[in-house]
Each structure stands twice: as C-alpha cells, then as structure tokens.
C-alpha cells in the first residue's frame, strides 16, 4: 500500500500483522517499553496497524494515541496485557473485542463501545453512547459520564460502572455480571435480564418485565465498596438492588392465559 508523507510505510507478514520498511521513518517515538504517536492524519487501519506492531512486535506495553479524532473501530482486538490511553474522543465500536488491556480514553465513546470485552479494564473519562458493554463476558467498564440506551445488552459477565444516568432498557436481556448505576435510569431497567445484579443509586423511571427488588447483603456492600475504591471513585452513593424475578424461566411451559398476566 501507499505512504502519506512521513508515515512508515506498511506491509504485511503472513499473519496479517504489519512489518516496517526500515528506510522509511517510524509513526511511533518509542522509549522503552513506551510508545506514542500522533493519529490526526492516520485511517482506522493505519491506527489499529501501528497498535499492533506496537505490542505484538516491538514489545511495547504502555502506548499513547494522540488525536484519535472521534474514528471508529478503534483498539479492537487487542488479545494482550498491556496499558493504552487514547487522548481524545472514539466513534462507533471502540475497544471490542479485547481480552486483557487497559484501556483509557480521555474524552467521549460512541455506540457499542467495549462490545464483546473478555477482560481488562476500559475507563471512559465522558459521556458513552448507546449499546456500551454489550455482551461483555469480563473486565470492568467504568464510564465516568452518562450512557445511552441498552448499555450492557445482554451482559454475559464483569461490571459496568456508570457515574452519571443511563438510557432506556438498561440491562436488557442481561444474563449475568454486574451493573453499578449512579445517576437516574430511564424506563424498562433490567427488561428480561435471567440473572446478574444491577445497583442503582438514582431513580428508575420504570422497571423491565421480570426485574424486581433484592435483597442486599454483605456480599453487595463488599462489591461496591471495592469497586469505588479501587478506581479512586470516592465515597459510593446509596444503592438500591434489582434482580431477575426469575418469572419468565419456563416460558415455553405456560399456558396463553399465564403469558398474559406475567407480560
């Protein structure tokens, strides 16, 4: 492929992943086990590509994007422990698929950030737009702003931990996992969700079909309050918990009647 001015030009070994051509200068000012360098002028895939190289060849475990510029699809795929701060604001699709970073991002995130997440740690230090964390099966996602609607769609595991409101139909078809929820939520709030636990701190504008009130414990008390003091979050707010009714398990076996009265 071709090179913009300046830029490393890029080829491609056997696993797809990119290898430099020496006499063309590097994106990326590297010291040590550091790295940093400038998006504004780079595509998704000249990004993505560098990260990779980054990691995956040069043995660099901390890197710096400057400029991201709102792209989308950004640091998807990222199957390694490792530390990644994008200083600006993501599109559509940031961070999916990955399996063990540590991810910052210094502004805002648009739909279905963090979808498919394995483990790690995704901080969002803005605002995130609709779908965030969905299906995640581990890590923890901390959205230091307000979410959209759907945010951890059915959730398969780890924690989502939002410090503003959240949408519509957050929870929905949740599965297991946590949701801690500190600004006010709006209606159908854990909507047909078969297992997990979701705290809220605000007002609920209305609950989903078979999402009810828990009963709090020590276990619950220990969770938050680990949680808010690991990332430095201060004090945690009073929580209320909601959980499966567990009033839609055997569905199939109902008769039409009993479908009414349970929808």
Same mark, same amino acid.
């Given at each position: 492929m071709g090179a913009l001015a300046g830029e490393r030009r890029i080829t491609y070994d056997a696993r797809g992943l990119a290898e430099p051509t020496a006499?063309?200068?590097k994106i990326s000012e590297i010291d040590g086990t550091g790295a940093r360098f400038d998006a504004k002028d780079l595509s998704t895939r000249q990004i993505n590509l560098e990260l990779r190289w980054l990691l995956y060849e040069q043995g660099i475990t901390d890197v710096t994007v400057l400029n991201p510029g709102?792209?989308?699809?950004?640091g998807v795929g990222i199957l390694t422990r490792c530390r990644i701060t994008f200083d600006g604001s993501l599109g559509y699709f940031?961070?999916?698929?990955?399996?063990?970073p540590e991810i910052r991002i210094n502004g805002r995130v648009g739909w279905s950030a963090c979808e498919n997440m394995m483990s790690g740690v995704v901080v969002i230090h803005s605002n995130a737009g609709s779908l965030t964390a969905a299906a995640i099966r581990g890590g923890d996602v901390i959205v230091k702003g307000r979410v959209g609607a759907r945010t951890g769609i059915d959730q398969k595991g780890g924690t989502v931990i939002v410090l503003g409101d959240a949408g519509s139909m957050t929870g929905f078809m949740m599965q297991?996992?946590?949701?801690i929820l500190c600004g006010n939520v709006g209606p159908g709030l854990g909507d047909s969700m078969y297992d997990g636990t =979701?705290?809220?701190?605000?007002? &609920?504008?209305? !609950? $989903?079909?078979?999402?009810?009130?828990?009963?709090?414990n020590e276990?619950?008390?220990?969770? =938050?309050?680990?949680?808010?003091? &690991?990332?430095? !979050? $201060?004090t945690p707010p009073e929580f209320q918990k909601f959980?499966?009714?567990?009033?839609l398990y055997n569905y199939d076996n109902l008769e039409p009647s009993e479908r009414k009265l349970v929808l």
């Open positions: 006499d063309v200068p709102a792209k989308h699809s950004l940031g961070c999916g698929l990955i399996d063990g297991r996992g946590r949701q =979701i705290y809220v701190a605000g007002k &609920v504008k209305s !609950l $989903g079909i078979d999402c009810v009130p828990g009963e709090w276990s619950d008390t220990e969770l =938050i309050e680990r949680k808010f003091s &690991v990332y430095e !979050l $201060g959980v499966c009714g567990k009033k």
